[in-house]
């Protein structure tokens, strides 16, 4: 059992679906003490899919591991002060929000009570505009430029990256505050909106630059990685993976892999393409997939995994989720450990990503609805 490096930390967490709930997760998850607070019957997002057969959302237990599961009436003005309460008294104080429609709740308010409590707000626009993870997206240029050149219009990605990242950001911006509190007592209120991850995301990649300082038109490249060397095949016997090149090296050890050194070296002769920089070979990699395709075509799966590891190739396999899950490998991962979680039953649940000292801590079943009212309060809240 690594050490909680978050022991003593307490974290009020008022909050829904993905950002708020991964933050306070990634905290537990460091040993700190995370009260998830819910309206009577539960958040909104107990209810999303992916669900067991119980009907119980995978997706909910699955984002709130390790926590404590209060239940507050937010309609009722003596519950939220009674939340107030709780965040003010005791030993210092995070919270993490999604909401700031609470008065009592604020950071104004808290830390007129409370100067030192840290208090972090999670926003969709940084105008205060209402905006989820997939409008975000819509706004921020990313689904034009996925999927196949030969499909109009945008293509919407399945993975919620500006949540997954603004919930990230929450969790080292409340750190990087606790830190300051410790040394000087002082508070902190931080706020993150989900439009700005994504367009700080889209500058720091320097697409927006790119639109700023040259005439150049980002346009869909379907499954070939802009701007490099990378695209998916298929073997013989059907096997579909991805092959990745970023530097020389990993293109000489491709073409060793492959046995197109030869193949590639009267090419760039004939041709006058020097393959071995990377403009080069983005620009020429039709040319490049028609003999790389006709290798993997005529390769089986297994022959082309032995030859490609051998030479330390970047390339992995196309698997399902189904094919990820029902792996009997899976129990012998050092990232997952055995959970029995009510309502969902004994599954493999993953720990922390981050390893402490060389362990992590194995997860804990998320809770019911007002699972630790009692007890964090003390006694059930008069109605």
Known sequence: MPEALLDGLRVVEISSYVATPLCGMTLAQLGADVVRVEPPGGAPDRTRWPLAGSGTSLYWTGLNKGKRAITVDFASEVDRQRLAELIVHGGP?????????????????????????IHALLEGRSDGGAAVDYTVQAATGFP??????????????????????????????????????????????????????????????????????????????????????????????????????????????????????????????????????????????????????????????????????????????????AEIGRDPALADDDLFAPLDQPGVGPHLAPKSPLVVDGTRADPSPAPSVGEHTAEVFGTEPDR
């Open 144 to 321: 034009l430029v996925t999927g196949p050149a030969d499909v109009p219009g945008p293509v919407n990605h399945v993975l919620p990256a500006w949540d997954l990242a603004a919930g990230l950001y929450l969790a080292t911006g409340l750190l990087a505050a606790e830190r300051r509190r410790l040394r000087t007592g002082r508070g902190a209120s931080l706020r993150v909106a989900l439009e700005d991850v994504a367009l700080a995301t889209a500058g720091n990649l320097g697409y927006l630059a790119e639109a700023q300082v040259t005439d150049h038109e980002r346009t869909k490249s379907g499954n070939d990685i802009h701007g490099t060397y990378g695209r998916d095949f298929t073997t013989a016997d059907g096997v579909a993976v991805v092959v990745v090149v970023l530097t020389e090296r990993h293109w000489t050890k491709l073409l060793a892999a492959t046995g197109l050194t030869a193949a590639f070296a009267a090419l760039s002769e004939s041709l006058a393409i020097d393959f071995s920089g990377e403009a080069a070979r983005f620009e020429h990699r039709d040319l490049i997939s028609a003999l790389l395709a006709r290798w993997f075509a005529t390769t089986p799966y297994a022959d082309a995994a032995k030859a490609l590891d051998a030479h330390r190739v970047l390339w992995q396999r196309y698997r399902t989720f």
């Open 93 to 117: 104080c995070v919270v993490v929000t999604n909401t700031d429609r609470h008065p009592e709740l604020t950071h104004a308010a808290l830390s007129a009570r409370r100067p030192d409590v």
